[in-house]
């Protein structure tokens, strides 16, 4: 549209929408050409004002339109826990369900609200719901009261409009990102739902030592367990022993998990399966370190006696001599010395850099095991992204799920003041070593001249290499006895060594 011969003054321009067309998004990004301009400032449809002067030609006022993209549309109850939506199974109603929308900036927010109801027009179809949406990126959250059920496992089989989408990609309830345009339809989101399953149940005191549940033995408080899927990832809250020492993992879903539990200071793992499995312990280490074997549920399963026995023992499994960290060049190397260990299972080293506030671990390495005269261990840390004071800790852990810490030592990784460049071994035979520590990336170049000036080779030519050290070896077995000129060119300097070569 064009409006032409105004004269100077301010001025608006209204739009009136299409049939069926809702307008975009105002003034959205920072192109004032592409984006849309009516904010209805001045009634609906409208643009803010603008001040004409003579002359001047304002060709940046549009507007963006849309149709709606229906977006839905059912929750139902899973009947017969097959994962999918059969005809004759009921939907839920009264359920929170948002839409999630992407903004410019990349964040979610909520769009809009619906309730899960009957569905229109229909003489019995409940857990309808339905969005109309402006283009763009979004995830449905179903919002699911403590009732007892869990999401249905998701994108079963090949039909999209029968299978349940809650993935929990985006938190818990919800689904997988989609982006819709104009025109679209996005009516092929289901949630099905049946009842949880849950794991339990206590946690004791183990006095005897004999993994078995006694029934003068104590329950323990303040045991921290946790649920874990067969990808290692953590399901749910972790759980803490009660002063019955029970506990429950509850609101599991169809899947395979096993628990991992962590006791107070001072305890270790009784023995595993040692009787009765309504009596004995079942953490047997089958996923790590005080973990169980895996279970696998089904909707509504409940399997209450998964009991975990610890044995008090305040006796450290290691006893620390010492820890160091020193910077070699360019890597530090850390090296630590037991006097003791007592069933030992393995070292992990954890590394944090100057200022920031956690630790991380780097490496691990298998402890020698049971020694009453100790061990000595090292580690070389090659992974140094940049000069500073990088701080090192060793966590070691016992085969009963017992650990401790070292003390924190740190290493000092410096930029060297300068360039340095050393040839060796000098005289040699066969070949030399070019040792360069560099201050800056630089380019190297390597050749060899004779003791009269006379070209003889070149070894390397503007080569890239980084910061730190390197060590170039050089073959040689093609040269004579005699006395020799290397010319080594680090980027526009030039180091001249002389080096003797002595044959039989």
Known sequence: YYFENLYPGDYYVEFIAPAGMDLT????????????????????GTTTITTLVAGENDLDWDAGYYFCVPIGEQVWYDINENDL??????????????????????????????????????????????????????????????????????????DESVDSDITNAN???????????????????????????????????????????DSNEQPLAGVKVKAFNMLGVQVGETKTTDGQGRYMMDYLGKDSYFLEFTPPPGYILTQANAGDDLMDSDADGSYGVRTTAAYTLSPGDSIPNVDVGFVYNPVLPIEWRSI?????????????????????????????????????????????????????????????????????RVLQQDKNGQSSYSDVVSADYQKALETQVDVYPNPTVERFNVDLSLSESSNVSIKIFDATGKYIKTVMNDQPKEIGHHVLEVDISDLLNGVYNIKISINDSVIDKRLIVLKN
């Open 25 to 44: 998004d105002a003034n959205q990004g920072i192109n004032d050409g592409l984006d849309s301009d009516v904010d209805n400032s001045n009634g609906s």
């Open 171 to 213: 938190g818990i309830g919800t689904t997988d990102q989609f982006s819709v345009s104009s025109g679209d339809v996005k009516c092929d989101l289901g949630h099905g739902y049946y009842p949880m399953a849950q794991l339990g149940d206590r946690a004791w005191n183990d006095v005897d030592e004999d993994g078995l549940q």
């Open 324 to 392: 160091t960290a020193n910077n070699i060049g360019e890597y530090n190397q850390v090296d630590w010395t037991t006097l003791s260990e007592l069933n030992a299972d393995r070292f992990i080293l954890e590394r944090r850099y100057e200022d920031e506030e956690s630790f991380d671990p780097i490496g691990e390495l298998a402890a020698k095991g049971s020694s009453s005269m100790g061990a000595d261990y090292q580690y070389l840390d090659y992974d140094l992204q940049k000069f500073g004071l990088y701080y090192y």
């Open 85 to 158: 939506w059969d005809s004759e199974e009921n939907g839920i109603n009264g359920l929170v369900v948002n839409l999630w929308r992407e903004g410019i900036n990349g964040s979610f927010s909520i769009y809009a609200t619906e309730y899960s109801a009957h569905k229109p027009g229909t003489p019995s179809d409940d857990g309808y719901y339905k969005f109309c949406a402006p283009p763009g990126t979004y995830y449905i959250e179903v919002v699911l009261p403590p009732q007892g059920l869990v999401p249905a496992v998701a994108n079963v089989g090949n």
